[in-house]
């Protein structure tokens, strides 16, 4: 039955946060926000929902290994596996807040966490208000900059605006409620499943975390960036997936360790850090170095590789 549940709760997770995204890209547009930091906070928050309840779920149980393990491979599946493949699809241009503010700051929160587990071998209580306080501080610099700029969006955007203010309230709430109930049982059921395939198999649960869960819980930014290449939308594409990375780490973790301490129970854990943290420097070689200011189909393809290579060493 467990297996069953599992299978199930990749739909769920994947309506329940298409249902948010939807909801979400609609109430903030009414609030005037620009396309690409619609990504980096909203849209990206919302399609990391997943990850935030199987992480709070299963510290809440003491596996905390399937936390550390969810965050860290979804990251690596976020740059290389739903980059890779979004780039195969649609060359992906990079705009110049990304190169200078959004992608530092995914690589600094990177380093953060790294060096916060490393020196500690947890995320306490403190460490969780200071990671959230940042996320905190770091969105509303995002929301008052992109204000300031409104004057100067194209009249596409604007006509984005209008639309989304034709959309009726109640419904974008009712979506989000749905949504949510979605995450949270398909969050259950995932957890679930995981701690029953690595009985079966004998793994630990480090590796179905960062394999099985990690590419279940990405499956809302998989289908967003896309949805967003096919409609040419890439600063809504790469603004989801570093804006989902940085929220996995300073909000799925900081929330989670202000519910419960998140203690490092296998060490193996730095392993997959590592593969996280070379994944983000081989994405910043193509951001700033090679094909500058873009990530094309021939470096999406690269990543898409990298993760099958991460994939077959994980196993």
């Not at 769920?12 to 690409?36: D, H, K, P, Y």
């Not at 809302?220 to 939308?233: D, Q």
């Not at 890439?234 to 973790?253: C, E, H, R, T």
Request: aromatic share 12%.
């Amino acid at each position: 039955m467990d297996n069953i549940l599992f299978l199930v709760s990749f739909v769920m997770l994947f309506f329940g946060g298409e249902l948010l995204v939807r909801s979400s890209v609609a109430l903030a547009l009414r609030m005037r926000i620009s396309t690409l930091v619609v990504g980096m906070t909203v849209v990206s928050f919302v399609t990391s929902s997943p990850e935030l309840f199987v992480s709070i779920k299963s510290a809440l149980n003491g596996l905390t290994d399937i936390t550390f393990g969810n965050v860290i491979g979804s990251n690596i599946a976020n740059i290389t596996l739903v980059l890779g493949l979004t780039a195969i699809v649609f060359r992906i241009n990079i705009t110049k807040q990304t190169i200078k503010i959004n992608f530092p700051v995914m690589f600094l929160a990177f380093i953060l966490f790294g060096s916060v587990l490393y020196l500690f071998g947890e995320i306490n209580l403190i460490t969780g208000i200071v990671f959230v306080l940042l996320l905190i501080v770091f969105t509303l610099f995002l929301i008052k900059r992109s204000r300031e700029e409104h004057t100067q969006l194209s009249d596409e955007d604007k006509e984005k605006y209008e639309k989304a203010r034709k959309t009726p309230l109640v419904q974008s709430i009712l979506y989000m409620l749905v949504g949510i109930m979605l995450l949270m049982y398909g969050s259950e059921f995932l957890v679930n499943g995981v701690q029953s395939i690595a009985r079966l198999f004998e793994w630990d649960d480090r590796i179905v975390s960062v394999s099985l869960v990690a590419i279940g819980t990405s499956l809302p930014e998989l289908a967003t960036s896309l949805v967003a290449a096919f409609r040419k939308e890439s600063n809504l594409a790469i603004g989801n997936l570093i804006g989902s990375n940085i929220f996995n780490v300073l909000a799925v973790l900081g929330i989670t360790s202000i519910i419960t301490p998140i203690k490092m129970i296998n060490e193996s854990l730095f392993t997959d850090y590592l593969w996280m943290m070379i994944s983000v420097l081989i994405l910043g070689l193509f951001i700033y170095v090679f094909s500058k200011k873009q990530v094309s189909r021939t470096e999406g393809f690269l990543l898409l590789v990298f993760y099958i290579l991460f994939m077959f060493f994980l196993f």
